[in-house]
């Protein structure tokens, strides 16, 4: 996957003449990677799960795994198939945990402190979901314990980003980039780059476990462009759902997407492969 993602995807003259056969080789072979990726991961998967006892499993039951090399805490989101049995779900001792049945039919869940490299089951019970949580949307904003946004109604950009934790606005105002603002290229003439057009802003979720906002826009190169923006309550963060109709464009094209943060005294790090 990382050679795919970090080499060219193209020919030297893919732009020139792409449907030369010299193209379509290179194309050929350098999309394999991704595709052999693909499938070597789905094996991996279904080789890791063989020894599971699915007749051990109750049809109500969700095993969550945490393959990283450290505790988490994070969102879980069940196919509505999946969560048919109601709203509720409980850990392995049978306490409920933050749910939330999603605008999609979904059903999210905060999964808290499952421990490296194993598991916890979650059962999914009858009932409602608790409406306890402090995630909110209203209109152009978003709030919870860790963060507080507001969009920029013209752009869909977000024009302010703070958290409790900090006496400080995050996001740069003054550069008229904001986060997350869109920019498509057309050639290679930064200044002609253009962006999207004026935002339509709907509250998705209103939460009280997950918050976010819809902006739905027009844009250059695109069929349809959508940004969901959501804050979910026990999470210190801010996930961005950016969603690209792109069309066919056989010019030179780019898009960008700007993000103008102001962290004071913050520090950047890269992880960059095959160093």
């Not at 080499?7 to 080789?25: C, K, L, M, R």
């Not at 749910?99 to 869940?109: C, K, V």
Request: charged share 25%.
């Amino acid at each position: 996957m990382i050679l795919y993602d970090e080499h060219t995807w193209g020919a030297y003259n893919s732009i020139t003449e792409p449907d030369v056969p010299f193209v379509a080789g290179q194309w050929k072979v350098k999309q394999a990677f991704a595709l052999d990726g693909d499938v070597q991961s789905r094996e991996l998967l279904a080789a890791a799960l063989a020894n599971r006892d699915e007749a051990q499993t109750p049809p109500t039951a969700v095993d969550v795994f945490n393959t990283s090399c450290w505790p988490r805490t994070d969102l879980v989101v069940l196919p509505k198939e999946q969560s048919a049995a109601g709203d509720v779900v409980a850990d392995s001792t049978g306490r409920p945990v933050p749910s939330q049945r999603l605008a999609t039919g979904e059903l999210a869940f905060l999964a808290k402190d499952v421990p490296s490299l194993t598991g916890r089951r979650f059962s999914i019970v009858a009932g409602r979901a608790s409406v306890e949580g402090r995630a909110q949307a209203e209109g152009t904003s978003l709030k919870s314990p860790a963060v507080v946004l507001r969009v920029d109604a013209a752009s869909g950009a977000i024009e302010s980003l703070r958290s409790p934790a900090f006496d400080a606005e995050l996001c740069n105002a003054k550069s008229g980039i904001g986060l997350n603002r869109y920019y498509y290229l057309l050639g290679d003439k930064v200044r002609q780059a253009r962006q999207s057009g004026p935002a339509k802003v709907t509250v998705k979720e209103s939460g009280p476990l997950v918050a976010s906002l819809l902006v739905e826009s027009d844009a250059p190169g695109c069929a349809k462009f959508s940004r969901e923006i959501r804050v979910i309550d026990g999470l210190d963060r801010v996930d961005i759902i950016n969603t690209l109709d792109k069309t066919a464009v056989r010019e030179k094209e780019g898009v960008h997407l700007g993000f103008a943060f102001n962290v004071p005294g913050g520090a950047m790090r890269m992880d960059i492969p095959w160093p």
